[in-house]
């Protein structure tokens, strides 16, 4: 009766909703979020800063485990670069972060919990709060990584391995200017199990304009409604990447973006 007893006791002593890896990840990364929005810009900051990143690198390694693509460094850091809330970039994806030199390549490696949380913090972005709806939105690759803007020019099709349960590719432009132009850029993204697999490469492709979605664009802007120049802009270029999406299938470059999406893909490890 007295051993019953004790166990009882044991199972109350145990706490229910003990903390889960990702969660501790998580109270790290605001903890010091919210230390640092009260810091003053020095020295001493910076330090910290670096500090703070460096612990939630380890505790992030701790949860993803070993990673190994091809092309990309053994050790990751914290995708989440910066813990100041003003600045460029923050708001990163929570994983860790792998980059080629010059970021011609870089990777985010994460978990299913810490992408729907993220996607529930972006949420009055706009980003959409389904993982598939994600994946194939502009937002999820312009807010996950860098600190520059992204536009989806075009989903690419490529073959979903059996071991993963989401497979997506896109190809786009990314930059801080004008965004209209040939995409380069591919980008793309796989679940496997709990893990979530995130690889862009910028100068991926060459690509080519479009005759027909260049005249799209063309009377998009000759119109004189709207009346505010970024409003026709941004309205122009909806339908010109649109127009792209729908006309790139049929161009004589596109199987080769294609076969350079899957064999993006297959540098993750998701055998």
């Known amino acids: 009766m007295r051993s019953f007893a004790l166990l009882c006791l044991l199972a109350f002593a145990t706490p229910a909703d003990a903390a889960s890896p990702e969660q501790h990840c998580l109270d790290l990364r605001d903890h010091y979020i919210a230390k640092f929005s009260k810091a003053k810009d020095n020295d001493e900051t910076t330090k910290q800063h670096d500090a703070a990143l460096g612990e939630l ?116 432009v990314r930059g801080n200017g004008d965004l209209k132009g040939s995409p380069r850029e591919i980008d793309v993204v796989a679940i496997q199990g709990d893990k979530v697999y995130f690889l862009a490469v910028a100068d991926a492709v060459k690509t080519a304009e479009i005759p027909a979605c260049e005249k799209v664009w063309k009377q998009m802007m000759a119109r004189k409604i709207p009346q505010d120049a970024i409003a026709k802009e941004d309205q122009a270029m909806d339908a010109y990447t649109k127009c792209f999406a729908k006309e790139a299938p049929r161009q004589g470059w596109f199987a080769a973006v294609v076969k350079k999406a899957q064999s993006q893909l297959d540098l993750l490890p998701l055998r």
Do not use: C
């Not at 708001?91 to 992408?115: C, N, R």
């Open 57 to 172: 690198t380890g505790a992030l390694r701790n949860l993803v485990g070993p990673v190994a693509i091809e092309g990309l460094p053994a050790d990751g850091k914290s995708n989440v670069d910066t813990l100041f809330k003003g600045d460029s970039g923050f708001g990163h994806l929570d994983g860790l972060g792998f980059a080629s030199e010059g970021d011609k390549m870089q990777a985010v490696v994460t978990t299913t919990a810490l992408l729907k949380h993220w996607l529930r913090e972006h949420r009055e972005d706009g980003m959409p709060q389904e993982i598939g709806a994600a994946f194939r939105s502009d937002r999820f690759y312009y807010q996950a990584i860098q600190d520059s803007a992204f536009v989806k020019y075009a989903e690419l099709p490529i073959t979903k391995p059996a071991s993963a349960s989401v497979a997506v590719a896109v190809l786009g």
